[in-house]
């Protein structure tokens, strides 16, 4: 009996592994349904894989190990990869705004590049909790900045926290350039810091429009936290790189894509 026992376990986690990396992710809920087992004898299936660097657990499930991205790099070093990309996925996106937008830009290289493109406008309202991307902006008259507060975080040069938080959810904008550092077009939306996750899903609920800016480096990759469903997403912008398969996934999931 114990050997059965010993053996239905090894043969579930197989499945689970063969699952994720089918379909990139999986839920506790559904494989509890699935193997007619408890919820809490999935966590500890998920647990023993995770401790072996199978897959990583996040969200009510886990999530496919292979492409994940788990350093949070400094600004410094990631402004040096890919830059001639993030430089033409910035002018394209920068496209995107008008006259008179109330805009809020995430913390990123690739947001970083939007603004060195929005000296033209005769105004805009911009709101960011990014320092490189206040230090840019400054220089421009024609765009009043907001800065919501908070406490920083050095290696993105970013403004997190409650009261960063806070003071989001008291504006309305009209567009949320949004930077990434995993995509996954089954997905989602992925940054390695839970706190940047959380300010960056506050962001997504003031925003009437969310345009995501990212490199074609960035896709098939996940990270620790989860910032939001592909379905959140109105517009990506990125460059020649990205796959066929995943162009095709972001059109007929209703995304604009827009290749720079």
Known sequence: MAKKKENDTVDRRKQI???IHKDGQVYVQKLSKQFKVSEVTIRNDLEQLEQKKLLIRARGGAINFEGFVGNDQLLTEK????YHQKSLIGKKAASLVKDGDTIILDSGTTTAEV???LGDFE???LITNALNIVDLAVSYPNINIIIPG???RPNAMSLVGPLAER???NIYVDKLFLSADGIDTKTGVFTPNIDEAHINQIMLKVAKEVILVADSSKFNRKSLAFICPMDRIHTVVTDKGVTTEDKQRLVDSGIHLVIA
Do not use: T
């Not at 402004?79 to 890919?82: D, F, H, V, W, Y």
């Open 17 to 19: 592994i063969d699952l």
């Open 79 to 82: 402004n040096k990869i890919n």
């Open 115 to 117: 603004i060195k493109n």
């Open 123 to 125: 105004k805009l309202n």
């Open 150 to 152: 908070g406490y920083l």
């Open 167 to 169: 003071n989001l959810k």
